[in-house]
C-alpha cells in the first residue's frame, strides 16, 4: 500500500503552481499537498468499511471495558482500587454478579481478543485517512478547527488506549502509575471523541457503501488522491489484506481463553514463561510463588489462617480447615490479561461458612483478604456481600482431586464465580468479615 510518488509517469496535481520553479518541485513533495498522496486505496469508501468495523468493535471494547473496571469492586476503595476521583465516570458501577461463572472468562476475553484483532484495523483506518493530518489550512473555520481538535483525541486516544492495553497483556507495563486509572480515564476521552467522531462521520459512511460498494467515484472526496498512482492493488484487496492479519492474530491469540490444542496456537500468550505442566494442577499459572519470594518456609508446617470478625480472631492450621465441611465447585480463573481456564473442581471450606465462625451467621457484608506474599505489586483483595455469601465461593484447599500445589496458592487460596483473577487471592494468610 505504498505512494510510489517518484516514478509515476503522472506529475502530481498541486495548488502551488504559482511559485517559481525551484520552489515548486520541493513543496509539491510535502505531504500537506494533496498529489503527494497517491495510494488509488485511499478513498471515502475503503476508510468507510474500516470505520464501521471499528464503530462496532469499539464500542464492544468500551462496554466490556467498563464492565471489567465493574468486576474489580472498584467501590471497595481503598483496598482494591485507588482511581482518585473516579466518581463522575464511576456512576455506572454496580453489584458485580457471581453468575453465570464464566461471566468474567466471556467479557474479558471478548475485550482483549477483540483488542487484539482490531489492531490491524485501527492501523489501517489511520493509514486511510492519514493525508488529512497534513492537509493546509489548518483551519478554514471555527468550527473545522474544532473537528481537527477532536480528532487529536480520537487518534490519540485511539493510540493511548491500545497501546496502554497491549503493554498490560503482555505484563510489559512501562508506563508511571498504576494502569488501572490510565486506561480508565482514557477511554472515557477516547470514548467521547470517538462517539463525536461516529455521529458526524458513520451516516455517510453508511450512505457511500449502500450505493456502490467499495468501487466507483464518490463526488467530493477528499481522501481521494488527485493524481493516484497505478493501482498495484485493489480496494478489496487491501482489506482482505487488513482482514488477514486480523485473523492470524484471533487465531494466534483466541486460544489463550480455552485450554487443551487451542491454548497452543496462542503464540502471542506471554505466559509460557510459568509452564503449568500437567496433572490436576497443570493449568495456567499467573505468578509462580518463586516469582514473588512465597517460599516453603511461609506455607508449610506453621503457617496458619486468622479468621477475624465480630467473634474475634480464630486461628486455623490446614489440617483443621480439612476437618471442617468440605465443598466442591466447578469454576474457572479468568485474568484481566484475557487468558482463562476452563472449569476445574475447586474444594474446600466455603467463604460463608468460615463468615459464620467470624461472627455472621446471615451472611457478611464484606470481606478482606490478605496473602502472605510480601513481595511484588499484590497487596489485599475485597469481596462483597454477594461473593461472600455464594456457596461456590470457596477458601480453596485442593483442585481436581489434589492438595494444590505452591504456584496455585497452598495452602488455601480464594475462589469466587465470575470474579476476575485478580480477586482469587492465593496464599491466603487472613480473612477479616465485616464492613470495609
Ligand atoms: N497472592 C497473590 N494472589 C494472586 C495473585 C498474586 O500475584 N498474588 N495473582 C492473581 C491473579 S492476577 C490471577 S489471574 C490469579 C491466577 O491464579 P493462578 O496462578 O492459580 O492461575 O491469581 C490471583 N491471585
Ligand atoms: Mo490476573
Not at 486511510?128 to 497534513?134: A, H, R
Not at 470517538?194 to 468501487?215: K, M, N, T, Y
Not at 457478611?364 to 505489586?377: C, F, I, K, T, Y
Request: glycine share 10%.
Amino acid at each position: 500500500m505504498g505512494d510510489s510518488h517518484r516514478e509515476s509517469p503522472n506529475p502530481p496535481a498541486t495548488g502551488l503552481r504559482a511559485f517559481s520553479g525551484r520552489a515548486t518541485t520541493v513543496l509539491e513533495r510535502l505531504p500537506s499537498v494533496p498529489g503527494f498522496w497517491r495510494s488509488p486505496v485511499r478513498g471515502v469508501r475503503f476508510t468507510a468499511v474500516l470505520g464501521l468495523v471499528l464503530l462496532v468493535g469499539i464500542t464492544l471494547l468500551f462496554v466490556t471495558g467498563l464492565l471489567s473496571y465493574a468486576a474489580y469492586n472498584p467501590d471497595l476503595n481503598p483496598v482494591n482500587d485507588k482511581t482518585p476521583d473516579k466518581g463522575l465516570l464511576g456512576f455506572y458501577l454496580f453489584d458485580w454478579p457471581t453468575r453465570p461463572h464464566w461471566l468474567y472468562r466471556l467479557t474479558q476475553g471478548l475485550h482483549v481478543t477483540v483488542g487484539i484483532v482490531l489492531v490491524p484495523v485501527l492501523l489501517a483506518k489511520l493509514w486511510s485517512v492519514v493525508p488529512g493530518l497534513f492537509a493546509l489550512p489548518p483551519a478554514r473555520s471555527v468550527g473545522h478547527a474544532l473537528e481537527r481538535l477532536s480528532l487529536l483525541l480520537l487518534v490519540g486516544g485511539a493510540l493511548f488506549q491500545f497501546v496502554t492495553g497491549l503493554l498490560n497483556i503482555q505484563l510489559e507495563y512501562l508506563f508511571p502509575g498504576s494502569f488501572y486509572p490510565l486506561h480508565f480515564y482514557g477511554a472515557w476521552v477516547f470514548f467521547a471523541a470517538f462517539l463525536a467522531h461516529a455521529v458526524l462521520r458513520a451516516p455517510q459512511a453508511v450512505r457511500v457503501l449502500r450505493s456502490g460498494g467499495l468501487s466507483g467515484a464518490v463526488q467530493g472526496d477528499t481522501l481521494e488522491s488527485p493524481a493516484p498512482a497505478a493501482p498495484t492493488l485493489s480496494r478489496r484487496g487491501a482489506l482482505a489484506m487488513v482482514g488477514t492479519g486480523s485473523l492470524v492474530l484471533l487465531i494466534t491469540s483466541a486460544g489463550r481463553s480455552f485450554d487443551g490444542p487451542l491454548r497452543r496456537l496462542a503464540v502471542l500468550t506471554p505466559h509460557g514463561a510459568a509452564e503449568p505442566g500437567s496433572g490436576p494442577n497443570g493449568f495456567q499459572i499467573n505468578k509462580t510463588a518463586a516469582s514473588v519470594g512465597v517460599t516453603a518456609a511461609d506455607t508449610g508446617e506453621d503457617w496458619l489462617l486468622t479468621v477475624s470478625g465480630p467473634a474475634g480472631d480464630l486461628r486455623f492450621t490446614r489440617v483443621q480447615l480439612l476437618a471442617m465441611e468440605q465443598h466442591s465447585a466447578a469454576l474457572p480463573i479468568a485474568c484481566v490479561e484475557g487468558w482463562s481456564t476452563s472449569d476445574q473442581w475447586w474444594r474446600g471450606v466455603r467463604l460463608k461458612d468460615l463468615a459464620a465462625l467470624a461472627g455472621y451467621p446471615d451472611g457478611a457484608p464484606g470481606l478482606l483478604v490478605e496473602s502472605v506474599q510480601r513481595r511484588g505489586s499484590f497487596r489485599r483483595a475485597a469481596l462483597r456481600d454477594n461473593q461472600v455469601a455464594d456457596p461456590r465461593s470457596l477458601l480453596a484447599l485442593g483442585v481436581n482431586g489434589e492438595a494444590l500445589s505452591p504456584d496455585h496458592g497452598y495452602p488455601a487460596r480464594i475462589i469466587v464465580p465470575a470474579a476476575p483473577g485478580v480477586l482469587n487471592t492465593k496464599w491466603v494468610s487472613r480473612l477479616t468479615f465485616g464492613e470495609l
